[in-house]
């Protein structure tokens, strides 16, 4: 039976110290401080489920949703790019991208109510493999401005990031299982979010 030496030992308890302080930062709700930052934010945090940076109230928000969205892509992004200097376990990298975006999803400052989250995903897909992460950032960007329809461009980039990711292994970058585990299970996460805006399309679809 193999026992695990010290290094395995101290890689997962770091590794799981990381996680708790990349949910905290994703738990982060950046909207409302910048919409207090601003005095623009009159709704009290837990009257909507739908406070986040890609679906403003209404037009004057503009600022305070660019501000936000921007830093919900960092606080995806910031965990997973220190713990990469911290570690070089694809693993251990992975699951602190999941806990970063988990925070977004399920955020302690709100009582587990996450709004929309594919922001903070945008900032794990970049952090994991930045050009992929970029490509995956331009999907959504083209989506979002053809639709005009958030949830349009989410489901778009969400469903792309792994399939971008496992293609892309072949040609320009190295594709690690954990890399691709995380970026799945991130994106599925991000669909599960949109279902029923998903189930919607499928039904517009068949209905043409």
Not at 99 to 116: C, I, N, S, V, Y
Not at 164 to 183: D, H, L, V
Request: glycine letters at 8%.
């Amino acid at each position: 039976m193999h026992m695990p030496d010290i290094f395995e030992i101290w890689l997962w308890l770091i590794t799981g110290c990381l996680m708790v302080i990349a949910h905290f930062v994703g738990s982060t709700p950046f909207f409302l401080i910048f919409g207090k930052i601003f005095g623009r934010q009159k709704s009290k945090p837990y009257e909507s489920n739908s406070v986040h940076a890609s679906n403003p109230k209404s037009s004057n928000m503009k600022l305070v949703s660019l501000l936000a969205f921007v830093c919900d892509v960092g606080k995806g992004w910031l965990p997973v790019w220190l713990s990469g200097h911290l570690m070089q376990d694809p693993v251990a990298l992975g699951l602190v991208g999941i806990a970063a975006f988990l925070g977004q999803l399920r955020p302690l400052f709100r009582r587990f109510q996450g709004g929309q989250v594919i922001a903070t995903a945008l900032g794990v897909f970049l952090a994991l493999e930045p050009v992929m992460g970029l490509a995956t950032t331009l999907v959504w960007f083209v989506t979002a401005i053809l639709s005009r329809c958030s949830p349009a461009a989410a489901i778009t980039s969400a469903a792309f990031a792994p399939l971008a990711y496992a293609a892309g292994g072949q040609f320009i970058w190295s594709a690690q299982w954990p890399t691709g585990a995380c970026m799945t299970i991130v994106s599925l996460l991000v669909l599960n979010r949109y279902r029923s805006n998903l189930a919607h399309f499928i039904k517009k679809i068949k209905a043409k």
